[in-house]
C-alpha cells in the first residue's frame, strides 16, 4: 500500500485519488441565473442532502485546478441567491455531461444540451423538463474552503419547493427507485447507474463541442435517437466535411449498400448502431453522407 500527504502531490492527481476512491457520488445538476437574467446549467458530483427538517442540500463548485478561476454558477449563486438542483437519470446522462462544457460566458447550456428549460415557481432559475426530480432552493449560505485551485465552495441550499414526476412513482406515491433509475459519478470518465452497475461517459472538457442546438432537424426529429444519442452528437469540435464523408464511403463498403437505400430510417438505424458504439464522428458522416 502507498502513502501520500496531501501536501506533496498535484492538486490535479489529489483530486484524482479523491474523486476515485469516494464514489459513487450523487450529481446536482445546477441551474441558475445571473443578475440579468441569463440561464447557466453546470453539474457537480461534490453533492447531497444534509437536512430533512429545515430540507437542505449541499454541493460545492470547486475553484478550477487548471488556473484557479471560479465557476458561473457560484458567482450566480453568491448574487442572485437562489438555484435549482435538478436529479439526473441515465435517460439525460449524455446531455448532462456535454452540458459540463467551458462555454463562453453567456452561452446558454440548456440550448448546447437541448435540455428544455421549465419556468421555476419560486425562484427565477429554470428547472430542466427532463428531470425526473427538481429541487427549487434559496441559497442560505455558501462558506469558501481556500483560495487555492481545487478549493470547494460549499453551497447551503434550503428547499422551498420540490417537483417529482408521476412516471417514477410507486404505487404508494412514493419514489420508485427502479423507475428514476438515477446515475452518479466516479472517478475519471466513469458513472454508475444505480439499476446496471458502471457504464463510462466521455468527457467534454478537451474540445468545444457544438452542442445539440447545432444539429440539424432531421436528426433531432428522427424516432430512432434518444436525448443521450443527441449528447453524442453534439460532444463533437467540427461536423465532417464532404471530403471526409466522401472517403468514409469509399472505405466502407456496407455504407454504400445502405446509401443505395430509399429508406432514410436505414441511414439512421446505421448511425444508431455507431452511437451505441460511441463512434459519433462516424455516426454524422452516414448521417449527412449523399446517394
Same mark, same amino acid.
Given at each position: 500500500?502507498?502513502?501520500?500527504?496531501?501536501?506533496?502531490?498535484?492538486?490535479?492527481?489529489?483530486?484524482?485519488?479523491?474523486?476515485?476512491?469516494?464514489?459513487?457520488?450523487?450529481?446536482?445538476?445546477?441551474?441558475?441565473?445571473?443578475?440579468?437574467?441569463?440561464?447557466?446549467?453546470?453539474?457537480?458530483?461534490?453533492?447531497?442532502?444534509?437536512?430533512?427538517?429545515?430540507?437542505?442540500?449541499?454541493?460545492?463548485?470547486?475553484?478550477?485546478?487548471?488556473?484557479? $478561476?471560479?465557476?458561473?454558477?457560484?458567482?450566480?449563486?453568491?448574487?442572485?441567491?437562489?438555484?435549482?438542483?435538478?436529479?439526473?437519470?441515465?435517460?439525460?446522462?449524455?446531455?448532462?455531461?456535454?452540458?459540463?462544457? /467551458?462555454?463562453?460566458? =453567456?452561452?446558454? /447550456?440548456?440550448?448546447?444540451?437541448?435540455?428544455?428549460?421549465?419556468?421555476?415557481?419560486?425562484?427565477?432559475?429554470?428547472?430542466?423538463? /427532463?428531470?425526473?426530480?427538481?429541487?427549487?432552493?434559496?441559497?442560505?449560505?455558501?462558506?469558501?474552503?481556500? $483560495?487555492?485551485?481545487?478549493?470547494?465552495?460549499?453551497?447551503?441550499?434550503?428547499?422551498?419547493?420540490?417537483?417529482?414526476?408521476?412516471?417514477?412513482?410507486?404505487?404508494?406515491?412514493?419514489?420508485?427507485?427502479?423507475?428514476?433509475?438515477?446515475?452518479?459519478?466516479?472517478?475519471?470518465?466513469?458513472?454508475?447507474?444505480?439499476?446496471?452497475?458502471?457504464?463510462?461517459?466521455?468527457?467534454?472538457?478537451?474540445?468545444?463541442?457544438? =452542442?445539440? &442546438?447545432?444539429?440539424?432537424?432531421?436528426?433531432?426529429?428522427?424516432?430512432?435517437?434518444?436525448?443521450?444519442?443527441?449528447?453524442?452528437?453534439?460532444?463533437?469540435?467540427?461536423?465532417?466535411?464532404?471530403?471526409?464523408?466522401?472517403?468514409?464511403?469509399?472505405?466502407?463498403?456496407?455504407?454504400?449498400?445502405?446509401?443505395?437505400? &430509399?429508406? @432514410?430510417?436505414?441511414?439512421?438505424?446505421?448511425?444508431? @448502431?455507431?452511437?451505441?458504439?460511441?463512434?459519433?464522428?462516424?455516426?454524422?458522416?452516414?448521417?449527412?453522407?449523399?446517394?
Amino acid at each position: 500500500m502507498i502513502s501520500i500527504n496531501p501536501k506533496e502531490v498535484s492538486p490535479a492527481k489529489l483530486q484524482g485519488y479523491l474523486q476515485s476512491a469516494i464514489a459513487p457520488r450523487p450529481i446536482a445538476f445546477a441551474s441558475t441565473v445571473d443578475e440579468k437574467g441569463n440561464p447557466n446549467l453546470s453539474p457537480f458530483s461534490f453533492f447531497n442532502v444534509f437536512s430533512s427538517n429545515p430540507p437542505i442540500l449541499v454541493f460545492s463548485p470547486a475553484r478550477r485546478v487548471r488556473n484557479n $478561476t471560479i465557476k458561473h454558477t457560484l458567482i450566480n449563486c453568491d448574487s442572485t441567491k437562489e438555484v435549482v438542483i435538478n436529479i439526473v437519470d441515465y435517460a439525460m446522462v449524455q446531455q448532462m455531461s456535454l452540458s459540463s462544457t /467551458e462555454y463562453a460566458d =453567456g452561452v446558454n /447550456e440548456f440550448d448546447k444540451s437541448g435540455l428544455t428549460m421549465l419556468a421555476s415557481d419560486v425562484v427565477k432559475p429554470f428547472r430542466v423538463a /427532463e428531470s425526473p426530480v427538481q429541487f427549487e432552493c434559496k441559497v442560505n449560505d455558501i462558506i469558501a474552503l481556500g $483560495t487555492e485551485g481545487g478549493a470547494g465552495n460549499l453551497i447551503i441550499c434550503e428547499v422551498v419547493k420540490i417537483h417529482v414526476s408521476e412516471t417514477i412513482l410507486d404505487d404508494n406515491g412514493m419514489i420508485d427507485q427502479l423507475k428514476i433509475d438515477l446515475v452518479s459519478r466516479l472517478g475519471g470518465n466513469w458513472y454508475s447507474r444505480a439499476i446496471n452497475g458502471l457504464f463510462e461517459v466521455e468527457k467534454p472538457l478537451s474540445t468545444l463541442g457544438i =452542442g445539440v &442546438d447545432n444539429i440539424p432537424e432531421f436528426i433531432k426529429e428522427s424516432s430512432y435517437f434518444d436525448g443521450n444519442d443527441l449528447g453524442k452528437l453534439g460532444n463533437i469540435e467540427a461536423i465532417p466535411n464532404e471530403e471526409e464523408i466522401a472517403i468514409f464511403v469509399q472505405e466502407n463498403f456496407a455504407i454504400k449498400g445502405v446509401l443505395s437505400s &430509399d429508406d @432514410e430510417g436505414k441511414k439512421h438505424q446505421k448511425a444508431k @448502431e455507431y452511437l451505441d458504439n460511441n463512434d459519433a464522428i462516424s455516426a454524422w458522416k452516414v448521417l449527412l453522407a449523399k446517394q
